[in-house]
């Protein structure tokens, strides 16, 4: 990436700092003098662009006007490629050319960082200069993501939307939104009301420290916990979620994590027991039952899911489901054997293809953590593969789709320094934002062909210790923008060189008043 020499302009402000873009284009060449924007901008879009031309005018003042004398002018051109976009300026004004109405999008998110950092905070100053520059740029990978947890700790809608916007302002196109939990259901389901009238509140929340020292001291915070999002509140976050190009990726959880449902409908269960929303963390016992009424309820539940979202991609879980109910059920036990299945693994496998087949049948692609491929994975179902890399490479070699989380590097519920005692909780685990940084979505075991089933990649944002938006925003940032890069870039970058402009971008992160982690000590300057 070519970058500014040193010195400052007539604006007093640091040649390097205009083009400290996160994440880093693929080529920027630095062309000489720049444009002065005179307010209001006058903006020329072409006809569906209007995303990119509706981003500018919430950050700066601007009004439509003619090509011929436009500030900006906003085309098409298809040749360019999906999400890729061209960006010029020069004294005559700035021009950006978007492969798609997200490659223009793309392009406004790379101008307004060209611009002083107070512009995202609406305050863009008197007659802002842009500099000199042609960016040519494309993503690496398609899948862009991050996986916000908001069934262990509910998020307010405004929230969701508030982090949709901070995702595409980071250039990454993919929110999967986990649902449902041992500790809460959080989507409304009309068929089935009891899944939010009984389970999306919990009567209290475990207070025990995330490392488990001492765990027969258990506290409780004796305080009700509860929220889940109306068919209306989605339909919002959808609608936000399209002017920014992110695609909202649900997460229903079957057939463990599940005692939320059970506890709605115990029929749901293998004991018939009244369960209580669970009010502790961890791996949970208590699973769905096998039976037919349960593959019926969870597809209806399904069709309401995908009546509602426009995402190709419907995330069915799949992790973490302990057997031993199972092996402990005549019930599951005779199924088994009706089934001819030798295995429990062979019967979480079946359950999982039994939702697979009802998913595509309705035109959806399954997604599921990669314990999905245990006992036979289901045709066409995609791998999220979180236990490190090797589910996504087994996964990739046998044909299917992957989008790689690996816990070693995307999770980001995970301690960011070695300090225990001044940060806040994390679950555990140590991922430094260095180490974030140096993730690459490609394992080197693949070949070539086997690496265009990775799909992409992104972070996880378990809740169990981020009750509120503000302790997300701290666990997100300034990970999640090393992460988009990694993601959007084709080629490794040069962390010190990053931590260059990860300070001017803090700037844009402080105008936004986003509550992220402070910058490593030893780098400030």
């Not at 109306?230 to 079957?254: F, G, N, Q, S």
């Not at 301690?415 to 140590?430: A, F, S």
């Amino acid at each position: 990436m070519t970058t500014a020499s040193s010195g400052r302009d007539e604006t007093g402000t640091d040649a390097a700092d205009v083009i400290a873009i996160i994440p880093r284009p693929v080529s920027v060449e630095v062309t000489g003098e720049g444009f002065r924007f005179r307010s209001p901008v006058t903006v020329s879009a072409a006809d569906g662009t209007g995303t990119a031309a509706g981003l500018l005018a919430e950050r700066l003042t601007t009004t439509e006007g003619p090509s011929a004398s436009a500030q900006v002018t906003i085309v098409l051109e298809a040749a360019l490629g999906a999400e890729a976009y061209e960006l010029i300026c020069d004294p005559a004004g700035v021009r950006i050319t978007g492969g798609d109405a997200a490659g223009a999008f793309y392009g406004a998110q790379t101008l307004l960082q060209l611009l002083p950092p107070a512009v995202f905070a609406g305050t863009p100053g008197a007659e802002p200069v842009v500099p000199g520059v042609r960016i040519g740029d494309r993503p690496a990978f398609g899948w862009r993501g991050a996986m916000l947890d908001v069934a262990r700790h509910f998020m307010p809608v405004d929230f969701v939307l508030r982090f949709i916007d901070l995702l595409a302002m980071h250039k990454l196109n993919t929110l999967h939104l986990h649902l449902t939990e041992d500790q809460g259901w959080r989507l409304q389901i009309d068929r089935y009301p009891k899944l939010t009238e009984v389970g999306s509140q919990r009567a209290e929340t475990i207070m025990v420290r995330p490392d488990h020292r001492h765990p027969e001291d258990e506290r409780y915070d004796r305080t009700p916990h509860g929220g889940f999002y109306t068919k209306d509140d989605i339909r919002r976050i959808l609608a936000h979620a399209a002017t920014r190009h992110v695609r909202v990726v649900p997460e229903v959880e079957v057939p463990g994590h599940s005692q939320a449902a059970i506890a709605a409908y115990p029929e749901l269960g293998n004991t018939g027991e009244q369960l209580a929303v669970a009010t502790k963390w961890g791996i949970i016992k208590h699973i769905l039952n096998p039976e037919e009424s349960t593959i019926t309820f969870y597809q209806n539940v399904f069709d309401e899911v995908i009546d509602l979202f426009d995402s190709p991609y419907i995330h069915v879980g799949g992790d973490e489901c302990e057997k031993d109910e199972w092996i402990a059920s005549e019930r599951a036990q005779a199924s088994m054997a009706e089934l001819d299945l030798a295995t429990e693994e062979e019967l979480q496998s079946w359950f999982i293809r039994r939702m697979a087949e009802h998913i595509q049948s309705r035109g959806r692609t399954l997604v599921g953590w990669d314990e999905i491929l245990e006992g036979g994975l289901a045709p066409g179902a995609v791998v999220m593969s979180w236990r490190g890399e090797a589910g996504g490479i087994a996964a990739a070699r046998a044909g299917h789709d992957v989008v790689m989380a690996p816990y070693t590097h995307t999770y980001f519920d995970y301690y960011q320094t070695e300090d225990r005692v001044t940060e806040p909780y994390g679950i555990g685990g140590l991922i430094t934002l260095e180490r974030a940084y140096s993730y690459r979505p490609i394992p080197e075991e693949l070949t070539a062909e086997e690496a265009r089933h990775v799909l992409g990649a992104q972070f996880q944002l378990w809740s169990e210790y981020m009750p509120k938006p503000a302790n997300v925003e701290f666990m997100a940032f300034p990970r999640g923008c090393a992460f988009a890069e990694t993601v959007w870039h084709p080629e490794p970058g040069d962390y010190t060189e990053f931590l260059g402009r990860l300070r001017v971008h803090a700037r844009r992160l402080d105008a936004l008043g986003v509550a992220y982690h402070p910058l490593p000590h030893e780098e400030a300057g």
